[in-house]
């Protein structure tokens, strides 16, 4: 898609690296949002999820590249088109990632662990209920082979 100003690439992390992403929109206000996802409330907060995708890069990954970025770039289109998305964040390879611990003060700084599952990214999103999460959460490319957790997302009032 080029000169799109949504463009995104995929990454070697199997997430997105590039801006426009789109989680760096804001999302349509409910009075623009169709009827059917405008979310419940509970103490005047929305419902919100966050689906964070995970894979094991040493053993996981799409069958074919091309295909899982023609996924991805569907399923943004209907994550933006119903105005649920409230943020969309791929990370850069853990290879690249570091550990922060504090212990007794102590600050240390340790390169993050490179095997095993690695988070790929996330979405936020902003729907009705859990099973809208849910079903959402089956269309990131990432499912089929990696694990997509689906967590509700704590609201501060203030």
């Known amino acids: 898609m080029p000169g799109h100003p949504n463009r995104r690439v995929p990454c070697r992390s199997r997430g997105w690296c590039g801006s426009g992403a789109v989680g760096d929109r804001h999302r349509a206000p409910a009075a623009r949002r169709p009827a059917d996802v405008r979310t419940t409330a509970w103490r005047g907060s929305p419902v ?12 996981d990954g799409p069958a074919e590249a091309e295909v899982e970025v023609d996924q991805w770039l569907a399923l943004d289109a209907e994550l933006s088109a ?20 504090v212990r ?9 662990p490179r ?8 979405y936020v999103v902003d729907v009705p209920d859990l099973d809208e999460a849910l079903r959402l959460a089956a269309e990131i490319p990432t499912a ?12 501060f009032e203030g």
């Open 82 to 101: 119903a105005g649920v998305t409230v943020h969309e964040s791929g990370f850069h390879p853990v290879d690249e990632a570091k550990d922060v611990t």
């Open 104 to 112: 007794d003060g102590r600050v240390s700084i340790t390169d993050a």
């Open 48 to 59: 919100q999820f966050a689906l964070i995708y995970s894979y094991d890069p040493s053993t």
């Open 144 to 155: 089929a082979y990696g694990t997509v957790q689906v967590r509700q997302v704590v609201q």
């Open 115 to 122: 095997q095993g599952s690695t988070v790929a990214g996330l």
